[in-house]
């Protein structure tokens, strides 16, 4: 039943043809397909498939490096101290500066002597998580109650990691990565 002029088969158990280079047969059944095969796949066949998967892959992967290689101008960088990520003070301490350069204004003054609920997206995982933004009774600043759960502990934090932080105004969110680990 092939049909040689299309190189195309036909599937002898239905009336659908099947394309010889998809390796699939198409005919509408509820039970496995034919016991004979439908197609059969040359060895030409074989390597085009075999090209097809390795451009795909070529693709997958540069299209992440695109995702991955967008500039980011981290307002707020910080390397970790040993405070940061030990379980004492349970939070990631900003500078007073650069928290009222780049934290405050976003919030208030009033609202972060208080404790603010910040959204905060992990760049690198694209998870969600959310901290409290607060001064300090000392007059520095951190992002407290779930920092060592959330971010230490669950992304292997440690003294000497470089963290970026910066303000994303359409999503009303801070993105959070790590740009250099120690």
Partial sequence: M???SNNNTICPHSAFEVCSCSNVCLHLSLTPCCPMPCTTTTRNEKESTKKRRLVQQENNSSRKMACNDVKINWEIKKVL???DVLGVTCRLLV???CAE??????????????GVNVKI???????VHYLVFKKCSSGSYGFGRNWMKEFVSRRGLKGGDMIGLHWDQNNQQFDFSVVEAN
């Fill in 101 to 114: 350069a780049f934290v405050v204004p976003i919030f208030g003054g009033d609202d972060v002597e208080n």
């Fill in 95 to 97: 500078g007073k500066k």
């Fill in 121 to 127: 997206r992990d760049y690198d995982t694209y998870s």
């Fill in 2 to 4: 092939d049909s040689h």
């Fill in 81 to 83: 101290t040993e405070s």
